[in-house]
């Protein structure tokens, strides 16, 4: 009896170990599947690859060089809604009727100026049928003191190939680019089929109420559809996605939303010679530490960092190919993983920043009150009413009293697939004018534009400035030493000198089954 109940337990562990094994063995070979037979869909590459596609002359490569500095020289700085360069602003506004022009004396684009500084042009297409998109930047700056800057901030000083200011990442550089490639086709008589508009806003930095905003408005009570809006917000990232060695276009579907939050503590004054148990400062330190110690859930899966992950996934290296190919059993390993980072979990969740806290006035008097801003930038899967309530939750203690200072929702997700206009367009000009990259995919933009108000008049809102970013110049955008290659540049004005001309495209070709994909 012993002897047969002990083989039938031994039959049965083989039996486990057997059914162990084949439940392994399809493990793998799912994983390796998915990672390099079923790959996740992608946008088809619809347009071979062109090479060159424009080629600037000496003069005119000088040209466009010069018409940055000079943008670059005049300091637009935006400090609060109420508080900007008025007097830089209009000399903005005469700089680009200088520099541009053919622009300016087109019979086919009218000018407007909106909100007193900003800029609305209307490029009147050949053909009336085609629906019009828009181009969208703008030019005004954060401030910039010049300790810590190599040049002066609104010097323009080229050095070893580089212009360095404030503004020639964010956003004079598209700003003048855009304005600089549609000179250039005028000056070779170029008409375009299909119209257009560029906007130039003069507060983007500071909410963009009375540039964008406007303009917005203004296109709105004139009917205008646009068949997408393009405006700044994401780049071409070399070397930045780790495990990726090619560079990789990413362009914004989305951007997050904000809500900006006053906590105030107010308790009687005293002398600090016989303290109270607690102080109003030691009340707000407390909840402010809750609130950072508690972040708010990960969301990975639930937005498009998710469709940035899948479109790239055969693009990592060995064995990150395998991983991001199987997020169905390694999603909750890479969410965490992805949260380790800030640059990454801002992108899998809501961020809470402590931005500003005051209080006290001298040394041994008590304060009676204690204020500080936290700003939270939302995840497209929140609303920024659920981020209030969870942020009640967290802080839990009626003495902490919490205003809203200003809240808006993520933006909608825009269209990203074979059939969308504005996905064909991009595709195209990327590969006609940056050979080194391969992959065009879609992404979330962590900070905030002026496209933000032009949800009325399109539905297809990109973000994406046509340039090459290296790791070491995200730190340059706001921050020192902010600074451009000529070479980049001139890449982003042949992108926007194409892109203009591959609008005037009426038929875009048929999806195949067999199309190489990005």
Request: glycine content about 6%; some cysteine; overall charge neutral.
């Amino acid at each position: 009896m012993a002897g047969g109940s002990g083989r039938r337990r031994r039959v049965a562990a083989w039996a486990a170990g057997l059914v162990l094994c084949a439940v392994l063995l399809a493990l793998v070979v799912a994983v390796l599947l998915r990672a390099y037979l079923l790959r996740s869909p992608a946008i088809p590459r619809l347009w071979a690859r062109r090479g060159g596609t424009v080629s600037f002359s000496a003069g005119e490569r000088l040209e466009l060089k010069e018409a940055l500095r000079g943008a670059i020289k005049i300091p637009t700085v935006s400090i609060s809604p109420e508080d900007f360069n008025t007097t830089a602003m209009a000399e903005f506004g005469n700089y680009i009727q200088e520099v541009f022009p053919a622009v300016f004396s087109s019979k086919f684009i009218q000018h407007e100026i909106v909100g007193k500084y900003s800029h609305l042009f209307t490029v009147q297409g050949s053909n009336p049928e085609m629906m019009p998109y828009m181009l969208l930047a703008h030019m005004d700056v954060v401030p910039a003191p010049p300790e810590g800057w190599d040049f002066p901030p609104f010097s323009a000083a080229e050095h070893e190939g580089f212009i360095y200011g404030r503004g020639t990442l964010d956003n004079k550089n598209s700003a003048i680019g855009i304005l600089q490639a549609l000179e250039f086709l005028l000056k070779r008589n170029y008409r375009p089929r299909r119209s257009f508009y560029v906007g130039i806003g003069h507060d983007e930095e500071v909410f963009g109420r009375k540039g964008a905003m406007k303009i917005a408005a203004l296109l709105e009570a004139r009917g205008v559809k646009l068949s997408f809006l393009l405006d700044e917000g994401s780049a071409i990232l070399d070397g930045i996605i780790a495990g990726v060695k090619k560079p990789v276009a990413v362009i914004a579907i989305t951007e997050k939303g904000s809500i900006t939050l006053n906590f105030t503590v107010e308790k009687e004054p005293g002398h600090s010679s016989f303290p109270p148990k607690e102080t109003s400062i030691g009340i707000l330190a407390a909840a402010m530490s809750r609130l950072e110690q508690n972040p708010l859930r990960n969301l990975f899966g639930h937005g498009p960092e998710l469709m940035t992950v899948e479109h790239l996934a055969s693009e990592f290296r060995f064995p990150l190919n395998l991983i991001m190919s199987n997020l169905w059993l390694f999603s909750p390993i890479v969410s965490r993983v992805l949260a380790w980072k800030p640059s990454t979990n801002a992108l899998i969740r809501t961020t809470t920043a402590v931005t500003m806290f005051n209080a006290g006035i001298k040394i041994n008097v008590i304060p009676s009150s204690a204020k500080a801003t936290v700003n939270f930038r939302i995840h497209s899967a929140e609303k920024a009413t659920e981020v209030l309530e969870i942020v009640r939750n967290t802080v839990a203690d009626d003495r902490v009293k919490i205003d809203v200072v200003e809240a808006f929702d993520p933006l909608p997700i825009s269209p990203w697939d074979d059939q969308t206009f504005g996905v064909h367009i991009f595709q195209r000009t990327i590969l006609d004018t940056f050979p080194d990259v391969d992959s065009v995919v879609p992404g979330t933009c962590i900070g905030n534009t002026d496209s933000r108000h032009f949800t009325n008049v399109t539905n297809a809102i990109y973000r994406f400035n046509p340039l090459l970013l290296k790791s070491d110049d995200l730190p340059r955008i706001h921050g020192l030493n902010e600074r451009i290659s000529v070479e980049n540049y001139e890449k982003q004005v042949e992108f926007l000198f194409q892109l203009i001309k591959n609008c005037d495209t009426d038929k875009l070709p048929e999806p195949h089954a067999k199309s190489h994909e990005l």
